[in-house]
């Protein structure tokens, strides 16, 4: 690449399917790596993703 040239970010869903073009057990080390960086959110962080998620369309109670 040249000076000044650069790659536009991946969106979520190129990254997506890029990880489930990998093999099984590259697929679960990412997975684990991916859970693990949970833990380390702060207890705010957590709260603000929990109460996301249940509020999602679809989402049953």
Known sequence: MGVGCRRADPS???????????????RARLAE????SLDEL???EH??????RSDAPGRRA
């Open 12 to 26: 979520r869903g190129e990254l997506e399917a890029e990880a489930l073009k990998l093999p099984v057990a590259e």
């Open 47 to 52: 709260r603000r993703l929990w109460t996301r």
């Open 42 to 44: 702060s207890e705010e």
């Open 33 to 36: 790596t991916l859970l693990a």
